[in-house]
């Protein structure tokens, strides 16, 4: 619990913060009591309870607790230019790998670029089945041996994958893993693999592109070969209104706690959710980044999309997210995109 000092003053209808540029969420306002999860006061960001003055006019409240959010501080510079759809890792040896679609002129593909820091990335490689060790999106089976890269094809509305024991070099696997749900309506967007506490393989995509557009969960007990519909509305945002009001580019890290973190977008913001069990999640309190705070880090962008987590060599979380560098970026074909970062700070 952390204090702060002095009063802080917000207009309040129907439990809603307006006129704050400061406030993110909506706020939980019951009788003299009201909670605000995210309130900026100087450089920080807090969940706040405070509680009403009397007579106060305009409403006035008096802080009462308040407890820091976490951040994701952004870092100067771009990782890499004219790219999109990053996937990261970083070696036992500290070396960090970032991959992307190369949104280059005349270029194209997919394509991953290593640094010693994080920060400086250089020597553009082509991905291939033969060089996926550098590849977030491989996931390593309950069996201890097996990895598996899934891929969805749009065209077929089917999810294969590609198998190997040395989680460098894959090959095909026969057959079909998934299928799209009654519910999804036959589109799948961004998904995530991994292996949960109790030996199954979890995945969770986005579905219902064009309705509720929001993140559904299927789940393999057969070491990732057929997945079966578990649920929907993973994040409680089944009536949002789809569109840029639903939780989506999802993707996760498990911490040292054995807890897993996921990071996903909503209106080009990011925002963190925490599991025990990785099927049930829970929302950690406000906004962990906004397009707009890396105009503090000298970058102008227009958007952020596709968060990918990784764990530093020194136990850091630092988060690559594709990001618009124009306002014109979402036209089909163009360039500019391009790879930026921020790392986690209590």
């Given at each position: ?133 550098v590849d977030s999106r491989r996931t390593l089976m309950p069996d201890g041996v097996t990895w ?199």
């Open positions: 619990m952390m204090a702060l000092e002095g009063n802080y003053v917000f207009s309040l209808v129907d439990a809603t913060v307006l006129n704050s540029a400061d406030c993110y969420d909506s706020a939980i306002y019951a009788s003299e009591v009201v909670t605000i999860p995210d309130v900026k006061a100087g450089d920080d960001y807090y969940y706040a309870d405070l509680t009403l003055v009397p007579g106060s006019n305009p409403m006035r409240f008096a802080l009462r607790s308040a407890i820091k959010n976490p951040r994701l501080v952004p870092e100067a510079a771009i990782r890499v230019n004219n790219a999109s759809n990053p996937f990261a890792t970083v070696a036992v040896d500290g070396t960090a790998y970032v991959g992307y679609s190369d949104r280059a002129s005349g270029e194209g593909g997919t394509k991953f670029q290593s640094s010693a820091d994080g920060l400086r990335f250089g020597n553009p490689t082509v991905l291939t089945y033969s060089n996926r060790s598996r890269f899934y891929e969805y094809n749009q065209t077929t509305a089917s999810m294969t994958s590609y198998s190997s024991t040395d989680g460098n070099s894959f090959t095909a696997d026969s057959g079909v893993r998934y299928a799209p749900h009654a519910s999804d309506n036959n589109t799948i967007g961004v998904y995530d693999h991994y292996t949960a506490s109790d030996g199954s393989v979890v995945m969770i995509y986005v579905g219902d592109l064009t309705g509720k557009n929001n993140l559904r969960m299927a789940r393999s007990t057969d070491n990732g070969l057929t997945f079966t519909f578990l649920k929907g509305n993973v994040l409680g945002d089944d009536d949002a209104g789809g569109g840029g009001s639903t939780f989506i580019d999802n993707k996760t890290i498990l911490l040292p706690d054995g807890r897993r973190r996921m990071f996903a977008m909503r209106s080009f913001e990011l925002y963190s959710f925490i599991s025990t069990d990785g099927v049930n999640w829970t929302r950690e309190p406000g906004v962990r980044v906004s397009y707009t705070d890396f105009a503090a880090a000298g970058l102008t962008i227009y958007s952020l999309n596709d968060p990918v987590p990784v764990s530093t060599i020194d136990g850091v979380c630092r988060v690559y997210v594709a990001a618009a560098t124009s306002s014109t970026a979402m036209t089909p074909g163009s360039s500019d995109w391009a790879i930026v970062s921020a790392v986690w700070r209590e």
